[in-house]
């Protein structure tokens, strides 16, 4: 990735003038870094996942996202030392090069695929507003702000083709939502709960969506749209140092990722009848985790190590 001005960048995603949040909705206490700064990598630091994982490079500040526009293609994005979007896809053989998409950006993105070739990118902007980018199969849109304040981050799902539920965690540790009914953005709803991280949200099958966030005592949490209500939050337990990831390779198959306290990927997955694990899947991760589905019954996951370098490794589920 290469270094770009502040002066390149400044007007891709000017900050807007914003009411001031009420101090009174603050979190009591100042929240955890969710993404903090590591040393310089080392052979020890990564003893498994860089030797069978595959490196696929780039230079991350926060975290990665991952989203699949077709069968057997990747699309991964990150943000680099510039605070810009970079953007990497698997075409089905090869891996292309980093593609700066653009913007400016404090968290890590989100990105979900709506349909063939469509590609829809979230981030935070420097005014904590959720922004908004979208691969129409041929050209990249411009960054619209969709409003809202975000502690964390965004996370971002598709229930339907032309559907898009994003989510982020307002002032007050509470999750909100914002929806594209194919025609228009919806206003922001606050669906509750109290969360110290990035959610993460995925659809396993028309009209359903699942959520998942770490609450104030680091153990993910499960909320989910059954296509009239929201139903949970049900408590998975786990110890995460970061946040979740979800994906779903096959219908009522769910699989979450953490990152533990020794740095290590763990997996949990419900099989439509129960949930199984914590998992050890071994790595070393310094951001929350990212997880999709290119092909049935396959999740590839992807995780920034040490070296802030993003690595990728996938699983087969529900054989």
Same mark, same amino acid.
Not at 64 to 74: C, D, K, M, P, V
């Given at each position: 990735?290469?270094?770009?001005?502040?002066?390149?960048?400044?007007?891709?995603?000017?900050?807007?003038?914003?009411? =001031?949040?009420?101090?009174?909705?603050?979190?009591?206490?100042?929240?955890?870094?969710? @993404?903090?700064?590591?040393?310089?990598?080392?052979?020890?630091?990564?003893?498994?996942?860089?030797?069978?994982?595959?490196?696929?490079?780039?230079?991350?500040?926060?975290?990665?996202?991952?989203?699949?526009?077709?069968?057997?293609?990747?699309?991964?994005?990150? =943000? +680099?030392?510039?605070?810009?979007?970079?953007? /990497?896809?698997?075409?089905?053989?090869?891996?292309?090069?980093?593609? !700066?998409?653009?913007?400016?950006?404090?968290?890590?993105?989100?990105?979900?695929?709506?349909?063939?070739?469509?590609?829809?990118?979230?981030?935070? $902007?420097?005014?904590?507003?959720? @922004?908004? /980018?979208? &691969?129409?199969?041929?050209?990249?849109?411009? &960054?619209?702000?969709?409003?809202?304040?975000?502690? @964390?981050?965004?996370?971002?799902?598709?229930? $339907?083709?032309?559907?898009?539920?994003?989510?982020?965690?307002?002032?007050?540790?509470?999750?909100?939502?914002?929806?594209?009914?194919?025609?228009?953005?919806?206003?922001?709803?606050?669906? +509750? +709960?109290?969360?110290?991280?990035?959610?993460?949200?995925?659809?396993?099958?028309?009209?359903?969506?699942?959520?998942?966030?770490?609450?104030?005592?680091?153990?993910?949490?499960?909320?989910?749209?059954?296509?009239?209500?929201?139903?949970? $939050?049900?408590?998975?337990?786990?110890?995460?140092?970061?946040?979740?990831?979800?994906?779903?390779?096959?219908?009522? !198959?769910?699989?979450? @990722? =953490? =990152?533990?306290?020794?740095?290590?990927?763990?997996?949990?997955? &419900?099989?439509?009848?129960?949930?199984?694990?914590?998992?050890? *899947?071994?790595?070393?991760?310094?951001?929350?985790?990212?997880?999709?589905?290119?092909?049935?019954?396959?999740?590839?996951?992807?995780? *920034?190590?040490?070296?802030?370098?993003?690595?990728?490794?996938?699983?087969?589920? +529900?054989?």
């Amino acid at each position: 990735m290469s270094q770009t001005t502040t002066e390149q960048i400044s007007h891709e995603m000017p900050p807007l003038e914003m009411e =001031i949040p009420d101090v009174s909705l603050r979190m009591p206490y100042p929240p955890p870094t969710p @993404y903090p700064m590591m040393g310089a990598a080392s052979t020890e630091d990564m003893p498994r996942f860089a030797m069978d994982g595959e490196k696929l490079g780039g230079y991350s500040q926060y975290g990665i996202a991952a989203t699949s526009g077709a069968e057997n293609r990747l699309d991964v994005l990150t =943000i +680099g030392k510039d605070s810009a979007v970079y953007y /990497k896809r698997w075409n089905g053989s090869i891996w292309s090069d980093w593609e !700066r998409l653009g913007g400016y950006c404090i968290s890590a993105p989100a990105a979900v695929s709506r349909g063939e070739n469509r590609l829809d990118i979230f981030a935070i $902007g420097g005014d904590r507003s959720v @922004y908004y /980018k979208s &691969w129409d199969g041929s050209t990249w849109s411009d &960054w619209l702000n969709l409003g809202g304040y975000s502690q @964390y981050g965004v996370a971002a799902a598709s229930g $339907g083709e032309n559907q898009l539920d994003v989510f982020i965690v307002n002032w007050d540790g509470a999750i909100y939502q914002k929806s594209w009914d194919g025609s228009i953005w919806g206003n922001w709803e606050r669906l +509750g +709960g109290y969360c110290i991280s990035t959610p993460a949200a995925v659809s396993w099958g028309l009209n359903r969506i699942d959520t998942f966030a770490l609450g104030s005592d680091r153990a993910v949490y499960h909320k989910y749209w059954n296509g009239s209500n929201w139903v949970g $939050g049900e408590k998975l337990g786990g110890y995460s140092q970061y946040g979740v990831a979800a994906a779903s390779g096959m219908e009522n !198959r769910l699989d979450i @990722y =953490i =990152i533990a306290r020794n740095g290590a990927v763990y997996q949990k997955y &419900w099989d439509g009848s129960n949930w199984i694990g914590w998992n050890n *899947l071994g790595g070393y991760s310094i951001a929350a985790p990212a997880a999709v589905t290119s092909a049935p019954k396959r999740v590839d996951t992807f995780v *920034l190590g040490s070296d802030r370098a993003v690595y990728h490794k996938w699983y087969g589920v +529900g054989n």
